[in-house]
C-alpha cells in the first residue's frame, strides 16, 4: 500500500490549493475506513486535519480548518482531495494523507507528505 501527496507549494494569504493524494491498490480495500489529512509545521507535532469515511462519505474537520477546507474521495480513483481556501500564514506546513482500517484506533498507511507555505 502506498500514499502519494502532490499539489503543494507556496501561496499568498488568501489563496487557493487542492492537495491530491494517490493511493495504489490496497489503500481503498475494503477494510480501510477511514481517509485522512494531517499536517506539521516545523517545530510542532503533527495534528489532524480532515478526515472522510471511504463508505459513507461522512467527513470530519479540524476547527482550525472548518469552512475553509474541503475534503473529497473518488474510491474509483482513488484518490482524496483537500481542497484548502482562504490559506493563511498558520497553514504552512507539510501536510500527508492516511488510512484507517476498520478496528484500527490509529491510521496506520502514511503518504511522504507536500509542503505548503502561505507567506505574504
Known amino acids: 500500500v502506498q500514499l502519494i501527496e502532490s499539489g503543494g507549494g507556496l501561496v499568498r494569504p488568501g489563496d487557493s490549493l487542492t492537495l491530491s493524494c494517490a493511493a495504489s491498490?490496497?489503500?481503498?480495500?475494503?477494510?480501510?475506513?477511514?481517509l485522512a489529512w494531517f499536517r506539521q509545521a516545523p517545530g510542532q507535532e503533527r495534528e489532524f486535519v480532515a478526515s472522510?469515511?471511504?463508505?459513507?462519505?461522512?467527513?470530519s474537520y479540524a476547527d482550525s480548518v472548518m469552512g475553509r477546507f474541503t475534503i473529497s474521495r473518488d474510491n474509483a480513483r482513488q484518490t482524496v482531495l483537500l481542497e484548502m481556501n482562504t490559506l493563511r500564514p498558520g497553514d504552512t506546513a507539510v501536510y500527508y494523507c492516511?488510512?484507517?482500517?476498520?478496528?484500527?484506533?490509529?491510521?496506520?498507511?502514511w503518504g511522504q507528505g507536500t509542503q505548503v507555505t502561505v507567506t505574504p
Open positions: 472522510i469515511s471511504k463508505n459513507t462519505g461522512a467527513t
Open positions: 492516511a488510512t484507517k482500517k476498520f478496528g484500527r484506533s490509529a491510521y496506520e498507511v
Open positions: 491498490s490496497g489503500a481503498f480495500s475494503a477494510t480501510t475506513m477511514s
